[in-house]
């Protein structure tokens, strides 16, 4: 049986109109694109096709369909390499975050305008010394008669330089358990006090940022969910992050270009079906993680099985697709380059590879 057998007519239509739209816009199709530039006008389009926010209810923007839908969509805009960063993290996990946890009140502020895409949001989680050891977090926020004050530093915030907002992971008690001082924020790039600096790449990109929080007041509204709920709500929310499809179709522009060039003789055929094979295996995954999210649980140890094995498909395509170039043209090798450079993110953002094993190991106790 084949993945279009198992499609539902929903889906194909989704597919195809992703397909429709990537075809008349104007854009350069990259890897890693949900890691790249933005183009906020992509991200509104795909909002006024209803292609966005595809699993919130109606009365906050969405349409009430299921994360199967969502995956359709998402799939095809990597597969397409389309510039979607503007609202990957807004629309991926921030309003499910806020629709899962946040007050009535925080869903209306929010969650339609990230539906539109009129606003952009960046996740503010790691700092200098937490990373995979999130626990570890030492930015407080301090509650006040009006509200918290945040103080700290986050760092390899992605995209802070354009987002409107940004979701910052704060400690508000260092009283027991480290995990139970935890809480969640919206705070406003533009408030007062918030500094962000740029972290440029090694290809001299502008991906990353140093965000410095020097007395920044935040309103009790935007507290998300539960004071010290942070940990228990965050981890349900990095089973968005990790789950997607971009954990192994980031590399799939480069595979696709060299699909269309047909330069392969019997040998790379042969290779070709097990990378196919292994695609396949994660293109299932994805589905019961989508299945699972529909359910309401978290699969946390799928998401972080997907990403691990993810991460290995997409440095197996790269050393699939190099020995090939030399047949291939100079847009396939531009492709390719940009894609190498890129590669070394997929084991880190998100959780390093390491970590993925040690949760699954965890969860499967
Ligand atoms: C492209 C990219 C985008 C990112 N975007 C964001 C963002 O937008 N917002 C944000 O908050 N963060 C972001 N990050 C940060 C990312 O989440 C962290 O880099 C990641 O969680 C790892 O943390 P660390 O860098 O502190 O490394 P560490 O946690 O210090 O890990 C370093 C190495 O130590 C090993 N290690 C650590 N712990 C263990 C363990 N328990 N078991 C075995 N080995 C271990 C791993 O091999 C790892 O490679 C981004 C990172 C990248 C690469």
Redesign the pocket.
């Known amino acids: 049986m084949t993945s279009q057998d198992t499609m539902t007519t929903r889906e194909q239509t989704l597919r195809a109109a992703v397909r429709e739209l990537c075809a008349e816009w104007d854009y350069e199709p990259r890897c890693d694109a949900w ?1 790249g530039d933005a183009d906020p006008e992509f991200s509104r389009e795909l909002g006024r096709r209803g292609l966005l926010a595809l699993t919130w209810p109606k009365d906050l923007g969405g349409a009430a369909e299921s994360n199967l839908s969502r995956l359709a969509v998402t799939e095809e805009l990597l597969r397409a390499g389309a510039p979607v960063s503007y609202h990957w ?1 807004g629309e991926r996990q921030i309003g499910p975050t806020l629709i899962r946890h946040g007050s009535r009140t925080l869903q209306d502020e929010f969650c339609p305008r990230l539906a539109r895409a009129e606003i952009s949001f ?5 700092e200098p010394d ?5 626990a570890a977090v030492r930015t407080t926020a301090t509650r006040t008669d009006e509200g918290w004050v945040i103080n700290g530093r ?6 802070a330089h354009f987002a409107d907002y940004l979701y910052v992971l704060a400690r508000t008690s260092t009283d027991g358990d480290r995990h139970a001082g935890l809480s969640e924020f919206v705070v406003d790039t533009s408030a007062p006090g918030v500094h962000v600096q740029p972290i440029i790449g090694m290809d001299g990109g502008h ?2 940022n140093e965000v410095v929080f020097d007395d920044v007041h935040v309103p009790h509204r935007w507290l998300i969910g539960t004071e010290g709920h942070g940990w228990q709500q965050v981890i349900s929310q990095l089973a968005f992050e990790r789950g997607g499809p971009e954990r192994f179709l980031s590399m799939y522009p480069v595979l696709g270009a060299v699909l269309d060039a047909e330069v392969f003789d019997d040998t790379d055929r042969a290779a070709l079906r097990v990378l196919t094979a292994q695609l396949t295996v994660l293109r299932s995954l994805a589905r019961d993680i989508a299945a699972a999210l529909d359910a309401g649980r978290s699969p946390v140890a799928e998401a972080a099985t997907s990403k691990y094995l993810g991460n290995r498909l997409e440095l197996a395509t790269l050393d699939f697709v190099r020995p090939l170039l030399g047949r291939c043209d100079e847009r396939v090798r531009a492709l390719f380059d940009a894609a190498v450079i890129a590669s ?2 997929s ?9 993925m094993l ?1 949760i699954v190991t965890k969860e499967m106790q």
Do not use: E, I
Request: glycine share 22%.
């Open positions: 890691g993290a960046a996740l503010g989680m790691s937490a990373g995979s050891d999130l986050k760092v390899w915030t992605s995209g991906h990353f070394p993110k084991g880190l953002r998100g959780g390093a590879a390491p970590v040690s």
